[in-house]
Every structure is written in C-alpha cells, then in structure tokens.
C-alpha cells in the first residue's frame, strides 16, 4: 500500500519570501505519479503541480517548482514570492496510472503580509 | 467546461437518515472517483468509476454506502442510516486518459458537506 507523509502540519511565510513544504511517500511501484494541490478555505482543491515517476527533470509552473528525489522518496514543493492568495492547506497525493489519489495529512500555509 | 459540480452543498441530517448525494462530472471525463475529507485531514479515496463500472471501492465505503454511475455520466452517492462518524465533507472528482497536456489529472468539485446531528 502507498502511504504519503507530510511532517509540517502548519508553517508560515512572509510575503515576498521562498517557502518548502515537504512530502515523502512510500510505495514498490515503478510508474507513478505525485501531485501538490492546494484547498483554499471553503474553496475547492486545485492542482498546483504535478510530477511523472519517470521523469528525471524536475516540475515548474510560475512561482512553483518542487525538488523530486525518486530514490529518497521525497517530493518537496517550493513557493518562491510568497503571494497573500497562496495561503491554503497544500496536499501531496501520489498516483498510480489511472486509479485513487493518496493523499498525505497536509501543510496549512499561511502568507504573512 | 463548467467543471465538477456536487448537489447539494451541505445537507443537514438526524441521525439514522438516508442522505443521497450527486456528482455531476466535466462532460468529457470517463473516471469519476468519490472521497472523504474529515476535518483539518487529507481526502480518503471511497470508490472509483470508469465510465458506468464500478471498478474499485475502499474498505472505508461499509455496507451503509452505495454508489452508483448508471449511465456513465452523473453519479450519486448514498448513506444509509446515517452516523455521527459519517460527518465529513464528501468530494467527487473526475478525469479522462486523454487530456492532452496532463493525462488523469483528477478534477475536483466544491464537495458536498454533511452533518449528522
């Protein structure tokens, strides 16, 4: 069974600012797929990234990237300039081709004007 | 594209009620999945359709919950005689194989929110 983990249940940021929220997961499969979505409060979940297993190049979009270590298992999200409307729970999630999200226990990011 | 939508947004039952919910998924999507969302956790996978087959359901989904995707396109959730656990927020996203530029990325909706007094 897959099993994703997320050890920040909470962290802050000042606007502006470069943040990391950190993601590990454990799983035998060789093709997969790992995501970070955002949930704003009382707004529904949105994909911010996403990464294939086979991929050896990192994934960016904008202002976020996020540092992929397959042999680690470690999927890290990183937000550069800190925006006040990226305050929201960051969920990892892991996939398998087609089939159910896991999802880890999520970040609460807070932007800090 | 009017993306998910999930009827109703909350809803408010006694306990030992029967509560149905709808998904309603992006027209062109094949898979819809149903999860649970407890309060300050991460979704937990219910069941997963592709197309009207009910393809996998969770350990999580006991003999009180059915789900059902008739005619492949819309489906509906049911809990039967309703507990205090079963509060939660009740999410339901949808993908396709085919999008082109980000294959079975699931869409979610705004999920429904149930409380059971």
């Known amino acids: 069974a897959q099993t994703v983990t997320q050890s920040q249940p909470e962290m802050s940021v000042q606007e502006a600012e470069t943040v990391t929220l950190s993601c590990t997961y454990d799983t035998s499969e060789s093709n997969y797929y790992l995501f970070w979505y955002k949930q704003p409060p009382s707004r529904q979940m949105i994909l911010v990234i996403r990464?294939?297993?086979?991929?050896?190049q990192n994934a960016t979009e904008n202002r976020f990237s996020v540092n992929f270590q397959k042999a680690a298992k470690s999927f890290s999200l990183k937000i550069s300039d800190s925006q006040l409307g990226d305050t929201a729970m960051y969920f990892c999630a892991f996939m398998t081709s087609g089939s159910r999200l896991t999802f880890g226990e999520g970040t609460q990011l807070t932007v800090n004007p | 594209d009017t993306g998910v939508s999930q009827d109703p947004r909350h809803k408010i039952t006694k306990r030992g009620q029967n509560v149905t919910f709808r998904c309603d998924p992006i027209s062109e999507h094949n898979r819809l999945y149903w999860y649970r969302q407890t309060l300050g956790q991460g979704p937990e996978f219910l069941t997963y359709?592709?197309?009207?087959?009910?393809?996998?359901k969770s350990r999580l989904l006991s003999d009180r919950f059915s789900a059902e995707r008739p005619k492949g396109s819309f489906s509906t959730l049911e809990i039967q005689r309703t507990e205090q656990g079963d509060s939660a927020m009740y999410l339901c996203?949808?993908?396709?194989?085919?999008?082109?530029?980000?294959?079975?990325?699931?869409?979610f909706g705004p999920g429904t929110r149930l409380t059971v007094l």
């Open positions: 990464q294939e297993a086979y991929k050896q």
């Open positions: 996203a949808s993908s396709t194989p085919k999008q082109p530029q980000s294959p079975n990325e699931q869409f």
């Open positions: 359709f592709q197309n009207e087959a009910q393809l996998e």
